[in-house]
């Protein structure tokens, strides 16, 4: 398991450290640097009990974004799950994330034209 600790630096830099993660099992929170504080039971029964968030590869795939203070699909995420070991990996669904990017375009091209 890897990890990125982020959480003084976006602390000094004034961003809400904590990441909201939302299914439609339930919800999850981890802390700045991608550990877990909280995650509902259900998410717990669906895809076991998550250790990190892997911020490295959301904050390479979203350049200039920030994760921090916001809530986000499950989806956008790579998480690792406790399986007893080191973690098992979930990666992002690149889908997904094809799918908003899309539909991000669609939004912004709607607006221009107004």
Same mark, same amino acid.
């Given at each position: 398991m890897?990890?990125? !600790?982020v959480?003084h =630096?976006?602390a000094? $830099?004034?961003?809400?450290t #904590? @990441?909201?993660?939302c299914s439609?099992?339930?919800?999850?929170?981890?802390?700045?640097?991608?550990?877990?504080?909280?995650q509902d !039971?259900?998410?717990? =029964?669906?895809?076991? $009990?998550?250790l990190?968030l #892997? @911020?490295?590869?959301?904050?390479?795939r979203?350049?200039?974004?920030?994760?921090?203070g916001?809530?986000h699909?499950?989806?956008?995420?790579?998480?690792?799950?406790?399986?007893?070991k080191?973690?098992?990996?979930?990666?992002p669904?690149?889908?997904?994330?094809?799918d908003?990017?899309?539909?991000?375009?669609?939004?912004?091209k709607?607006?221009?034209?107004?």
């Amino acid at each position: 398991m890897t990890g990125f !600790d982020v959480g003084h =630096e976006t602390a000094e $830099a004034g961003y809400l450290t #904590d @990441i909201g993660i939302c299914s439609s099992h339930g919800n999850a929170t981890f802390d700045a640097a991608g550990r877990i504080i909280e995650q509902d !039971d259900e998410l717990v =029964e669906v895809y076991g $009990a998550f250790l990190q968030l #892997d @911020i490295c590869e959301w904050m390479a795939r979203y350049p200039g974004e920030k994760p921090f203070g916001k809530e986000h699909d499950i989806l956008d995420f790579g998480i690792w799950i406790d399986d007893g070991k080191e973690g098992e990996y979930m990666g992002p669904e690149e889908g997904w994330r094809q799918d908003r990017e899309l539909a991000s375009r669609d939004e912004l091209k709607a607006e221009e034209s107004v």
